[in-house]
């Protein structure tokens, strides 16, 4: 089967019926059908992105957090961004210690040795930086993040300590030297 054009035409296929088919009606205006539209849905995605990237704009990667770093501690069982702040803003921990897991052994550890671990590192770290032992401060509780199973096996061995209310209230200010926030 081939197509047939209309014999000194402009090139236009024919139509069944043997007539030249129509050509489209472009508006007076010079615009294409639906520009309007177009420009919704786009100022609309531009909206969208604002809004998704003002909600973000304080994530980090937890793995990047440093020492006297403030954040809030995200919720969930395993940890991949937090929402970083100034320390002079309401935030729920800051960072005491970042190091290197040195306990026993080089298989994945069971909590019983990274709680060893934490007491023996993240402890003396609190004692440092907020200036008291952290059994004289009830109010203040050590909290940290390790690396997944899938990260261990890929060598991260990196331990994040930070400190926090016990009651989980926002502080503002850093309690570096502070003892109680």
């Given at each position: 089967?081939?197509?047939?054009?209309?014999?000194?035409g402009s090139g236009s296929?024919?139509?069944?019926?043997?007539?030249?088919?129509?050509?489209?009606?472009?508006?007076?205006?010079?615009?294409?059908?639906?520009?309007?539209?177009?420009?919704?849905?786009?100022?609309?995605?531009?909206?969208?992105?604002?809004?998704?990237?003002?909600?973000?704009?304080?994530?980090?990667?937890?793995?990047?957090?440093?020492?006297?770093?403030?954040?809030?501690?995200?919720?969930?069982?395993?940890?991949?961004?937090?929402?970083?702040?100034?320390?002079?803003?309401?935030?729920?921990?800051?960072?005491?210690?970042?190091?290197?897991?040195?306990?026993?052994?080089?298989?994945?550890?069971?909590?019983?040795?990274?709680?060893?671990?934490?007491?023996?590192a993240c402890a003396p770290a609190y004692a440092t930086?907020?200036?008291?032992?952290?059994?004289?401060?009830?109010?203040?509780?050590?909290?940290?993040?390790?690396?997944?199973?899938?990260?261990?096996?890929?060598?991260?061995?990196?331990?994040?300590?930070?400190?926090?209310?016990?009651?989980?209230?926002?502080?503002?200010?850093?309690?570096?030297?502070?003892?109680?926030?």
């Amino acid at each position: 089967m081939t197509e047939e054009f209309a014999p000194g035409g402009s090139g236009s296929p024919m139509d069944p019926a043997g007539g030249q088919a129509p050509t489209p009606a472009v508006a007076a205006t010079g615009r294409q059908p639906g520009g309007r539209r177009a420009i919704i849905i786009a100022g609309a995605i531009v909206v969208f992105l604002v809004v998704v990237l003002f909600a973000v704009r304080n994530n980090v990667a937890a793995d990047d957090l440093k020492v006297g770093d403030c954040f809030n501690i995200p919720t969930g069982a395993t940890i991949q961004t937090v929402e970083h702040h100034a320390c002079t803003e309401s935030h729920a921990a800051e960072v005491i210690l970042v190091a290197e897991y040195t306990g026993e052994g080089t298989t994945y550890p069971i909590s019983l040795s990274m709680n060893r671990f934490v007491d023996g590192a993240c402890a003396p770290a609190y004692a440092t930086y907020v200036g008291k032992e952290i059994d004289s401060t009830p109010d203040l509780s050590i909290g940290y993040f390790y690396p997944s199973r899938d990260g261990w096996s890929g060598g991260d061995r990196t331990i994040t300590c930070y400190v926090a209310r016990t009651d989980e209230a926002p502080v503002t200010g850093s309690v570096k030297g502070a003892a109680t926030p």
